[in-house]
């Protein structure tokens, strides 16, 4: 019977990992997953993940089952970190936080939420989006449609566009919002343009559903990272937010995320709340527990919290660095006189370089530059030493 079943496609994302690794060229080069590198480009565990694993080990801490909720003092830090400790939504108990596995796990807990108690709600998502996004919600078939985002032509955000398409939509949408560093575009609206989203939101009793996956890695500051959501919380909208860790703590593999819902009173949380610890227990029964402890122990240790915004800001720097100097090449070098300032205007860890599917295939394919078919490349995976390299691929692709 299984005969019968088709080869799946691989993934655009993740399966770029597995084409890179059979490559054999020394020029190779990984820029699909985003995934932060040294200079070396080694992977890198954060000195403050190390010491947090060591305080873990001296405790000798045991391997009983969480809570299906998770770890109450991941949950606390985690919903702390987002909204900042004194909002009132954390102080009045509005907010129902389940620990999940990452990013995808929490929005795929929330898309079981959405499924089960919205039945005529549709999500609205950004054109384009994350790749895994459209998956997770035809999974747990809730229907969605996109709003236009980005604008081709200024290699910039189409306010218009996305405000009409957000009001066009029928009253009571989900919408799905990057919070910071818009993957793949790196294209963020500014703080004007968040209240003007907000104001339609509000009109529209839309509910805001926020996508951060790069708190402290957009800006290298948390707080700054956090605007979009607590604008939207100060407004007393009820909305969801899902969290991830793996790049801001460098946690990939721990799966390590949470789904929080702000309710309008903290009677309402606590039910929600009980909802998601039901869907959560068929589907993985509960988290696991490792990840939740490092955070839980740095961002709940003022000495260790401290060292690890100096370490986010030394990554959030690097990116930085290889972004200006990629930009400093492709402009040197190309004679055809394009404009490459939009590549220092995006930001985050990935640049969108308007690559189209065949010049992306084209760096992979005579380059050994694996990337993303949408164009995107993971400046987290670039060093410096390389960048001349890469703007000579970029040139050729584009000019090909
Ligand atoms: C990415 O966009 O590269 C990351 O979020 C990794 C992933 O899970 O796709």
């Known amino acids: 019977r299984f005969e019968s079943v088709t080869m799946a496609p691989p993934d655009p994302i993740l399966g770029v990992s597995e084409a ?70 954390i102080q009045e108990g509005k907010v129902a936080t389940v620990q999940s596995l990452s990013g995808t796990g929490s929005l795929r807990l929330a898309a079981a939420f959405i499924q089960r108690y919205f039945l005529d709600a549709k999500v609205l998502i950004s054109s384009p989006t994350w ?26 955000l189409d306010f218009d566009g996305m405000l009409a398409d957000i009001k066009a939509a029928p009253d009571g949408s989900f919408v799905l919002l990057h919070g910071c560093a818009h993957n793949p575009t790196g294209i963020d609206p500014t703080p004007e343009q968040w209240n003007k989203l907000a104001d339609i939101i509000q009109d529209k009793n839309h509910i805001p559903f926020f996508d951060v996956a790069y708190q402290g890695f957009a800006s290298g500051s948390l707080d700054t990272d956090a605007y979009s959501v607590r604008l939207f919380v100060e407004r007393g909208l009820e909305l969801l937010v899902a969290q991830s860790y793996s ?28 909802q998601l610890k039901r869907l959560a227990r068929p589907m993985y029964s509960n988290p696991p527990v490792h990840g ?71 760096m992979t394919n005579k380059w050994h530059v694996y990337m993303t078919k949408d164009g995107r490349i993971s400046l987290a995976g670039l060093s410096l030493s390389k960048c001349e390299y890469l703007a000579d691929a970029i040139i050729d692709s584009f000019h090909n």
């Open 20 to 89: 890179f690794k059979a490559d054999t060229s020394d020029a190779k080069l990984n820029l699909g997953v985003g995934a932060y590198r040294t200079e070396e480009l080694q992977p890198y565990v954060l000195n403050v993940v190390r010491k947090a694993e060591n305080l873990m080990l001296e405790r000798g801490e045991n391997k009983e089952y969480l809570p299906i909720e998770g770890l109450a003092a991941f949950n606390k830090v985690t919903a702390d970190l987002l909204f900042g400790a004194n909002n009132t939504v």
């Open 131 to 156: 790749g895994n996004h459209k998956n997770i919600f035809n999974d747990a078939r809730v229907p969605w449609s996109e709003y236009r985002y980005y604008d081709p032509r200024t290699v910039g």
């Open 247 to 274: 790049k801001n703590l460098g946690l990939y593999a721990e799966r390590i995320g949470a789904i929080n819902v702000v309710c309008s009173s903290s009677d309402a949380a606590a039910r929600v709340k009980s």
């Open 292 to 362: 939740a402890r490092i955070v839980a122990n740095v961002v709940g240790d003022a000495t260790l919290f401290n060292e690890w915004k100096q370490e986010m800001e030394l990554m959030a720097g690097r990116i930085k660095n290889v972004r200006q100097r990629l930009f400093d090449y492709l402009s040197q070098k190309d004679k055809s006189g394009k404009d490459w300032s939009f590549i220092l205007k995006q930001i985050g860890m990935f640049s969108f370089t308007g690559l189209n599917k065949a010049q992306s295939e084209h």
